[in-house]
């Protein structure tokens, strides 16, 4: 782990340089508030057994649903109150995605990242406007997009100033409706001199393949979180379900809620080997 890659603080959540790795967890989308704190409650608890960082993910909206059928969430404003009692309550960061220039400003006022979706990662409005709030802003590679092409949205980024920046890898796609990983994107980013998180639920997705949603191969999940911890990511992304075939979206590439002590626990070992002195 010899890259000089900048260090990200979220509220004394530390993500990048050669700190031990970070977890970016929660549903997919908000669904009701019951649900949404309870598993903000069981990810802390891990995380807290674990002495592993957390941030919390929700999305308030998924406006890139393949069906015009598909569950959005609650929308822009029952969404924010949901997260900002998260993390009032259970004081987690936390993480959800803009679709919308307009969304931008109140979604600065609760979120700590803003995220930038990987459909819209050369929306140049978009990123520039994410940029100007100083908050740090998760950019998702897009799927099509090569690991050096990154290097053009971070300096969106940065031309507004600001230089906290997380890039996420979920997959590249591969022929129709499938992902696939190719592990040498890690360091290749990393050596934009910003931490990368690797979404592990994301990249066993296989978009838009079964009638009008997407699929996915979740039994795929922890085999790639450990390889992307083998590989020296800085933080490990996940959506997690109580039961994932309930949940009303991406429940095909969720981990159930239950396994995820198990896989950090791994992933853990993994990390601390890499990143030994």
Not at 70 to 97: C, H, T, W
Not at 116 to 126: G, V, Y
Not at 160 to 175: A, D, L, M, P, V
Request: proline share 4%.
């Amino acid at each position: 782990m010899d890259q000089k890659v900048r260090t990200i603080t979220i509220d004394g959540v530390k993500i990048g340089g050669n700190n031990r790795i970070a977890l970016i967890a929660g549903p997919c989308v908000i669904e009701n508030e019951s649900l949404t704190m309870d598993i903000a409650e069981q990810l802390k608890a891990i995380a807290a057994r674990l002495g592993i960082s957390l941030v919390f993910k929700a999305s308030f909206d998924k406006a890139n649903r393949t069906s015009i059928n598909s569950f959005r969430g609650p929308g822009l404003k029952k969404g924010l109150e949901i997260l900002a009692r998260v993390k009032a309550q259970y004081n987690l960061p936390v993480l959800s995605d803009v679709h919308s220039t307009d969304q931008i400003k109140p979604a600065a006022e609760v979120l700590d990242i803003i995220q930038i979706p990987a459909f819209l990662s050369r929306q140049t409005d978009l990123i520039v406007s994410a940029g100007e709030t100083g908050k740090v802003v998760n950019i998702k590679k897009g799927q099509f997009m090569a690991p050096w092409d990154i290097r053009h949205v971070i300096q969106k980024v940065e031309s507004t100033g600001n230089h906290r920046i997380i890039i996420t890898e979920r997959g590249y796609t591969f022929g129709y409706n499938m992902l696939v990983n190719d592990f040498r994107v890690i360091p290749i980013m990393r050596g934009f001199g910003y931490p990368v998180v690797f979404d592990a639920t994301h990249s066993v997705q296989l978009p838009s393949a079964t009638a009008g949603v997407s699929g996915g191969q979740k039994e795929y999940i922890e085999v790639l979180a450990k390889a992307g911890a083998a590989v020296g990511i800085d933080g490990l992304f996940l959506e997690v379900y109580p039961e994932p075939d309930q949940a009303l979206s991406d429940g095909a590439n969720s981990l159930r809620l239950d396994r995820v002590e198990k896989l950090l626990r791994t992933v853990k070992v993994i990390d601390e080997i890499i990143k030994k002195d």
